[in-house]
């Protein structure tokens, strides 16, 4: 079964402190992860995704498979992270383009 | 370009009754997926559809049906509606082949059902 756990629903920092979003699948097979994220009154967009290897406005997230956990951190969080954020697990298509399996959410809130 | 464009915004429905949701794809984009978020969960997966067809499916009853047109505009329809069924729909769009990363998604249509 596929599933995404985010263990945090509310998670709160204070600005300049380091942020760590957790994130742990469920999947059999080798699943593509993602972090989503939605700011006030903003659609859901991607953040980043664990094939990029990128840092996106400071965020980062290193797939563990041993552990099967994609969490996301921040070395110093900002004003302007707080925001709502999924992570999300892809696999399981016949092909092309594929299903997202998505955690309940943590929202961050980031306090001066 | 306007993204990905979901109509209406609100509805109320009584149950029992039926529903039908609109979507507008991103341009160059020609695959359609529906996902249900009820409150403070993240979004559940209903279908994806692609060349008019539905591709997959998620664990939704019969209830849940969907449309895509030539245009790759796409209905998602609601029968015999129920209470549980009250939740944001969201649209996402993408090309045959973008993975999860390919994805944009619209701001969803509020659902309530009394």
């Known amino acids: 079964a596929q599933r995404v756990t985010q263990p945090e629903k509310l998670l709160s920092v204070f600005k300049g402190a380091p942020v760590e979003l957790k994130c742990n699948y469920s999947y059999s097979g080798s699943p593509e992860l993602f972090w989503y994220v939605q700011y006030s009154r903003q659609r859901l967009q991607l953040l980043l995704r664990h094939i990029s290897r990128e840092s996106i406005k400071g965020f980062t997230a290193d797939l563990n498979k041993g552990e099967t956990s994609f969490h996301l951190k921040k070395p110093f969080a900002q004003e302007e992270d707080s925001a709502m954020y999924y992570c999300a697990l892809s696999g399981g298509s016949i092909q092309g383009a594929q299903k997202l399996v998505f955690g309940q959410g943590t929202r961050l809130t980031i306090n001066p | ?114």
Do not use: M
């Open chain 2, 1 to 114: 370009d306007a993204g990905v464009t979901q109509s209406p915004t609100h509805l109320i429905k009584t149950r029992g009754q039926q529903v039908t949701l609109r979507c507008s794809p991103k341009s160059g984009h020609d695959t359609v997926s529906w996902y249900q978020q009820a409150l403070g969960q993240g979004p559940q997966f209903i279908f994806q559809y692609y060349e008019e067809e539905e591709r997959q499916r998620g664990n939704f009853p019969d209830r849940f049906s969907g449309h895509q047109f030539p245009n790759y505009s796409s209905e998602l329809n609601v029968n015999a509606l129920l209470l549980g069924d009250s939740a944001l729909y969201l649209c996402a769009s993408s090309s045959l082949g973008s993975q999860g990363y390919g994805y944009t998604f619209g701001s969803g249509t509020r659902l309530t059902v009394v």
